[in-house]
């Protein structure tokens, strides 16, 4: 498991599972704040997905989280529901996506 939030989305691409993105057509938004922080996005087309560093024009979902708590996340230190329950993960647009996030990504 990658050490740094850049770390993470330079192996993310590597991580989603092909079979869960068939039929899918979406971008997700990262918006990862505080050191170490920046913003990323992933978008799912055609059967593949391709990680982007920078902002999306429109994307279908927006997670929010500071660079401390997305590393706690994807770690497995913080449940991503407790996050969200708690404040600490903020999650805008297609609500569907972000059930659907840990198992795409195989995290």
């Keep these: 498991?990658?050490?740094t939030v850049a770390g993470f989305f330079s192996e993310l691409q590597s991580k989603v599972d092909p079979a869960k993105i068939a039929g899918m057509n979406a971008?997700?938004?990262f918006a990862i704040s505080g050191d170490g922080g920046g913003d990323w996005h992933v978008k799912i087309a055609d059967?593949?997905?391709q990680v982007v560093?920078?902002?999306a024009e429109s994307p279908s979902i927006t997670l929010t989280?500071?660079?401390e708590d997305w590393l706690k996340i994807v770690?497995?230190?913080l449940s991503?529901?407790?996050?969200?329950l708690t404040g600490k993960?903020?999650?805008k647009g297609d609500m569907s996506l972000a059930m659907k996030l840990q198992s795409v990504f195989a995290l």
């Design 1 to 3: 498991m990658a050490d």
């Design 27 to 29: 971008t997700y938004q």
């Design 47 to 49: 059967g593949a997905a």
């Design 53 to 55: 560093a920078g902002v």
């Design 65 to 67: 989280a500071s660079a």
């Design 75 to 77: 770690s497995g230190q």
């Design 80 to 84: 991503g529901q407790t996050a969200f």
């Design 89 to 91: 993960l903020k999650i």
